[in-house]
């Protein structure tokens, strides 16, 4: 039995990269949130409240140890590796869909970010990155005399 992997979306992406070498560039310039060099993709979630952005992603089976975040000039980074595991040939894998491999992903985000106070956790295939929000400087009112 030959082992295949299965992999839907690999036709379409091939396509955007074809279309973005014919019409010469990036035909995403706008769209910082992921590199061609990348394997996947995680799915992330971003939400903000009056104190924080959240930013959730999914990301079963990778360690802690192999994703590294960075926040530079308003940018948020995430990479890191999902480990391959051994597909023995004595096992009888009927469909193998989980991707492996090297992820990245980059988020722009506002001024009121505040890349000092930016912590991360995780549990159960999902990280957590708290972005808190800097105190902004109420508008002072100065009467005229």
Known sequence: MN???YEPW???NQLHRDLERFLGGNASRNEDSAIATSSWMPAVDIKEDENRF????DIPGVEPKDI???MENGVLTIKGERKVEDLQEGKEYKRVERVYG????RFSLPDTADAEQVT????NGVLQITIPKKTVAQPRRITVQ
Do not use: P, S, V
């Open 10 to 12: 690999q036709l379409m």
């Open 54 to 57: 959240l930013l959730e992603a």
């Open 102 to 105: 090297a992820f990245y992903r």
């Open 120 to 123: 991360a956790t995780g549990k």
């Open 3 to 5: 082992l295949t992997r």
């Open 68 to 70: 590294e975040i960075a």
